[in-house]
């Protein structure tokens, strides 16, 4: 559910007309409402309820600051994947003690940022990284707590650009080799060994997977254990689907998740993390694009819209279906066309849609596209020179741009020209 509504005929972010919104910001924009965050986060929250957790919303989804606000404000931890987005979570106020570092090839300059900072615990994926964080930790006299991220060999069933639990995938280390690997970190000086993580995947539409890879934790916790490492923290990653397709079934919801938590990992007495972002922030975004023009080609229609792939790339990158929407409401029985839904970058890959059935627009009109809240800013780019596109929050009947479009200077002037080209 969101709040994304249509009232008197117009589409609305909470309590806010779109329309309101686009005459401020201009198109297109990307709008958040507070309330949908909220209320994504606490269902993770509650299913937990019983289960000593905590929910680290994976900033990677939208890392906004106002966005990070709104969670860290929740008492969320995050989940941070570089150097950049552990700077971001600190300055948005997470104590450090709630944040997890995890990826697939953390620099020494990364460790020594989480580590001089406070981390609650680096998750890593490797046994050089091992060896690294360890040599990193005793430089600066401290003892860096890990979780090492094993790869569960279990088939997500998601999109392949996005499934991170096969073998042959780069990440983590593969389940069978995992004691020796906890041996070596027990007798590594700078390490405290404090968990076991896993992540199969984004996107996942059924819980099959889950209960697969979180059944092989549990064996490997007890394995661990009887091996003498005090495994006290499990972290279970993300990845639970969005329905993105109204027509298409809807996808198992965060209770039903945390129910298979609880059965598989409930009674290992672990303190549990669980790294959602697709889930917390995907459909408490949309993206709203003007369209430009309505142009007829030899056999079909293409709608020209001012929102480009750098500004969602998701559909030329994965093709992902993202519903767009008229924000004026269609009246019941008005004219509904068929499109290809385009951009205006230069090369053909910049198509949302082809044969996208939707009711009619003309030249003007303002369309939205629905679960655009995750991965979609934060994988905005200025190809084409195209300024980033603008972010606003909702708060009920306010609004706030949250990072305003960048004027062409402020694009330009970010470029150097070297002295020997000058004059
Ligand atoms: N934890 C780890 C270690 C991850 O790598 C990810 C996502 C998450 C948590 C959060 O997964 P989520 O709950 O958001 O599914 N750009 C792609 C998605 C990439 C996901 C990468 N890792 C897309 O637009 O579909």
Redesign the pocket.
């Known amino acids: 559910m969101d709040h994304f509504l249509y009232r008197d005929g117009v589409l609305h972010a909470e309590d806010v007309p779109l329309p309101e919104i686009a005459a401020t910001v201009g198109t297109p924009f990307y709008v958040y409402s507070t309330a949908t965050l909220e209320r994504h986060y606490r269902l993770f929250d509650e299913g937990m309820a019983g289960m000593d957790h905590l929910v680290c919303y ?1 900033m ?2 939208n890392s906004n600051q106002a966005v990070l606000t709104v969670m860290a404000r929740l008492g969320a931890g995050a ?1 941070v ?1 570089s150097g950049g987005e552990y700077s971001r979570a600190v300055a948005a106020g997470f104590p450090v003690e709630r944040i997890v570092f ?1 990826g697939v090839g953390k620099t020494a300059d990364e460790m020594e940022l989480a580590l001089s900072g406070g981390v609650r615990q680096i998750n890593v994926e490797s046994e050089p990284e091992l060896r690294r964080l360890s040599e990193v930790a005793v430089r600066l006299g401290v003892t860096a707590p890990i979780a090492i991220r094993i790869n569960p060999d279990v088939d997500a069933r998601t ?1 392949e650009k ?1 499934a ?1 639990g096969r073998s042959e995938n780069k990440f983590g280390v593969p389940i069978g080799r995992a004691r020796e690997i906890y041996a070596e970190a027990a007798g590594l000086p700078g390490l405290d060994v404090a968990g076991i993580d896993v ?1 199969i995947g ?2 996942l539409t059924d819980l099959g997977p889950y209960e697969r890879a979180y059944g092989k934790v549990a064996e490997l916790a007890r394995v661990l254990r009887s091996d003498g490492h005090d495994i006290r923290r499990l972290d279970l ?4 689907g969005i329905p993105y397709e109204r027509s298409n079934a809807v996808p198992p919801l965060p209770i039903d998740y945390c129910e298979v938590i609880r059965r598989t990992v409930g009674d290992l007495d672990c303190e549990i993390e669980i ?5 917390i922030a995907g459909n408490a975004g949309l993206l709203v694009a003007g369209v430009i023009y309505v142009k007829a080609g030899q056999d079909r229609e293409f709608l020209i819209l001012d929102a480009a792939m750098n500004d969602l790339v ?1 559909p030329a990158m ?1 093709g ?1 279906h993202h519903e767009i929407v008229p924000v004026t409401e269609p009246v019941p029985g008005s004219e509904q066309a068929t499109y290809d839904v385009v951009g205006p970058v230069c090369e053909t890959g910049d198509t949302f849609s082809r044969g996208r059935k939707m009711p009619s627009v003309v030249e003007g009109d303002l369309v939205a596209f629905r679960s655009a809240g ?2 979609g800013a934060v ?1 905005a780019s200025e190809y084409n020179s195209r300024p980033l596109v603008p972010e606003v929050l909702v708060s009920e009947r306010r609004f706030a741009v949250i990072r305003p479009r960048p004027a062409f200077d402020e694009m330009i002037n970010r470029d150097i020209i070297p002295s020997w080209l000058k004059g």
């Not at 790294?275 to 889930?279: A, F, M, Q, T």
Request: charged fraction near 20%; glycine fraction near 14%.
């Open positions: 994976a990677k989804a989940d994947v995890s999109h996005i991170t992540h984004s996107q990653g993300g990845g639970l790294e959602p972002g697709r889930l998701r994965y992902a995750a991965y994988m």
